[in-house]
């Protein structure tokens, strides 16, 4: 997984961003809601343009700090409805880490979940990584069930730990190894 070409599920195909996603990508990113959890403004369409400017050219994961962002497109139909992001966090440590937005308009689908057991899949096939972490705002009651679905065991709760978007907010931080993933994704198979 040094280069993604892409990654398939059952329903699901995690490709590279393409410029001509901003307008699925706007969907989402402009929703306040959406991001009242993630790093990132309510943003417009010149924004998005930007960011996915970036995000086209985030598809390497071979060193720390590398950063993965895929657009989540729908086989069905070809719609992108979300987007699944990884990071190479520590090569000492073997850790990388996990996150997912996905548009209103297709959530309560299992679309985050199914994506995150692809894109891990992937993660723990580069042999890279011994551990994978989600980290969100304790608030976020949507990513937690997506992580304990996925059968990540919360690790810690650190209670206003970080100064986020003018308020302090508590995290929670869930991991897997990939023994435990192993055992996980065999089961469900």
């Not at 994506?115 to 972490?133: E, H, P």
Request: with cysteine.
């Amino acid at each position: 997984m040094s280069s993604i070409a892409l990654i398939e599920s059952s329903r699901l195909v995690l490709r590279p961003f393409e410029m001509d996603d901003c307008e699925a990508v706007l969907e989402y990113q402009s929703n306040p809601e959406v991001v009242r959890y993630v790093p990132w403004p309510v943003r417009n369409a010149s924004m998005v343009e930007e960011a996915l400017s970036k995000a086209i050219h985030q598809t390497n994961f071979e060193r720390q700090d590398d950063y993965l962002s895929l657009a989540l497109v729908r086989k069905s139909d070809g719609r992108l409805v979300g987007q699944m992001n990884a990071m190479y966090v520590s090569e000492k440590d073997q850790c990388g880490e996990i996150g997912y937005v996905v548009n209103p308009d297709f959530s309560g689908q299992g679309f985050a979940r199914e994506a995150s057991r692809a894109l891990g899949s992937a993660m723990f096939d580069t042999k890279k990584l011994r551990r994978v972490i989600a980290r969100f705002d304790d608030r976020n009651l949507a990513s937690r069930a997506v992580v304990h679905k996925l059968g990540f065991r919360e690790e810690a709760h650190f209670i206003d730990d970080d100064f986020f978007k003018g308020e302090w907010t508590s995290t929670f931080v869930y991991a897997t190894l990939r023994d435990e993933w192993d055992k996980i994704t065999s089961l469900s198979s």
